[in-house]
């Protein structure tokens, strides 16, 4: 979920940017929303509230083992249903399509369509990143944040890959705000006081990540929109500048804008900061002063797959680099996803992974590699990350970027799955429930859909996968 977190001024013309931001930003699964490139109310429709909706525990019971007993839908019948979806023209065509769906118990190819073939997976490719996270740095462990002491009247303020800082004390209710600045400034300005200091210099170390903060393939207006911020090993509320709307603008160097708010909470407490602060890597026998700690990566992961968070999704794939011996930039985050990929035993086959959040172009992934992931996420003995993805996915009609869509059909509440959209790129890859109890894994991928917007290409792939969720499909 999205917590808000302050608010501020803003001139005509940026509030003009923004409101025109939101009305796209769902074309970049940035927040639920039905928007698009086709025109749009100036007023949007409240996020829907689904009737009998359930907290997450329940949700949960979704991924319980299932009797095996329940009928298997015919393959015929799933492929009819295939075939009519590739003919649709809202697609772009057969060529531009890939489709396939799965048994999940058995792992049988019900019906598929150019399945093997890399195409540009836009957001389903979190998939991959949150994989690669939980499984390189574990489900319940957390992201620290120090401070240390370089010098008697030097310290310095670390990152350890938490962008999501709050600017004061942090909210152990939310994850977006968990560990705050002015708490770690509270804590600093009492041991220093404890050593007689009440005047020190202050550097910051972003050291963790490593190359481009932004990636060259992703288009100018992500950063300008709002959609993504430069990816830094430290930083407040994700960047934004103002955190009352959707679309933040950012900053443009998100830690040093971390480290200038530390030095004002330590200011607050008596600590006067001298001079600027300045980037430098920490010691690494540096005596620690003071820490606070992020929410678990569990939470992060379900945070970036519900909401579809860009920024967070990079942050998770540099750190699955850095805790796998890779460097913690693109390069590296792409090598830890792909890794991920063959560690869970599937053949990655034609796949490209350019960057963590989908937001390339550039990028590749077989809808058959987003579905053997997805089978194996159902299938715990294979690993903690896979299973705890899984149940970060939204669920159809009540989270997220699935919040508003099967609201009053046979999907509702039994699909949980990935969305995507990018421009000309539709896709979604998850699991469904069929009508008989039968779990099913599915993934299309439509990345050939003209100029459109995501309006026509969703009308065609939402009626597909409820299809699969009403499905007794045994020839009857």
Request: contains cysteine; glycine residues 12%.
């Amino acid at each position: 979920m999205r917590v808000p977190r302050g608010t501020g001024a803003l001139t005509v013309v940026l509030v003009a940017t923004l409101a025109a931001g939101y009305a796209v930003g769902d074309l970049f699964d940035l927040l639920p929303g039905r928007f698009t490139l086709a025109p749009v109310p100036a007023e949007p429709d409240p996020f829907p509230t689904a009737p009998g909706a359930q907290g997450p525990a329940e949700l949960a019971t979704a991924l319980e083992p299932l009797s095996e007993a329940a009928p298997v839908p015919l393959a015929d019948e799933v492929a009819a249903l295939v075939a009519d979806l590739v003919a649709d023209p809202r697609l772009g065509g057969e060529d531009g399509v890939g489709v396939l769906v799965t048994d999940v118990a058995t792992g049988t190819v019900l019906a598929e369509h150019r399945a093997d073939e890399a195409r540009v997976p836009a957001s389903t490719v979190k998939i991959l990143t949150a994989v690669a996270a939980l499984d390189a740095l574990g489900p319940e462990s957390t992201l620290p944040t120090r401070v240390v002491q370089r010098a008697p009247d030097r310290i310095v303020l670390v990152g350890g890959g938490d962008m999501m800082l709050a600017p004061d004390a942090g909210d152990p209710d939310v994850v977006d705000g968990r560990a705050g600045l002015g708490d770690l400034a509270r804590a600093t300005a009492s041991q220093l006081r404890l050593a007689g200091r009440t005047e020190v210099a202050l550097d910051f170390d972003d050291s963790l990540f490593s190359g481009p903060a932004l990636h060259d393939t992703w288009e100018s207006s992500y950063l300008n929109g709002g959609y993504v911020a430069p990816i830094t090993a430290l930083g407040v509320h994700l960047g934004a500048r103002r955190t009352d709307v959707p679309y933040p603008p950012r900053y443009l160097d998100p830690a040093r804008h971390a480290a200038d708010v530390f030095a004002e909470r330590l200011a607050e407490q008596g600590i006067v900061v001298v001079g600027s602060p300045r980037r430098a890597a920490a010691p690494e026998d540096a005596e620690q002063i003071a820490e606070v700690r992020s929410a678990t990566i569990a939470e992060i992961t379900e945070l970036m797959l519900t909401a579809s968070e860009n920024t967070v999704s990079e942050v998770l794939g540099r750190l699955a680099a850095v805790a796998t011996g890779l460097p913690g930039s693109f390069d590296g985050a792409a090598e830890a996803m792909r890794n991920a990929v063959v560690a869970a035993g599937i053949d990655p086959g034609r796949l490209r992974v350019v960057d963590g959040s989908g937001l390339s172009a550039a990028a590749g992934v077989p809808p058959a590699v987003l579905v053997a992931m997805v089978e194996r996420m159902t299938r715990p003995e294979l690993g903690s990350g896979l299973r705890e993805a899984a149940l970060g996915l939204p669920v159809a009609g009540l989270e997220g970027t699935l919040g508003d869509r099967f609201l009053s059909s046979s999907g509702n509440a039994v699909v949980r799955a990935k969305t995507g959209s990018l421009p000309g790129v539709t896709s979604l890859a998850g699991l469904v429930l069929t009508a008989d109890d039968r779990e099913l894994a599915f993934a299309v991928v439509a990345d050939d859909t003209g100029e459109g917007g995501q309006w026509g290409p969703r009308a065609a792939i939402d009626p597909f996968v409820d299809a699969l969720a009403a499905c007794g499909c045994r020839g009857e």
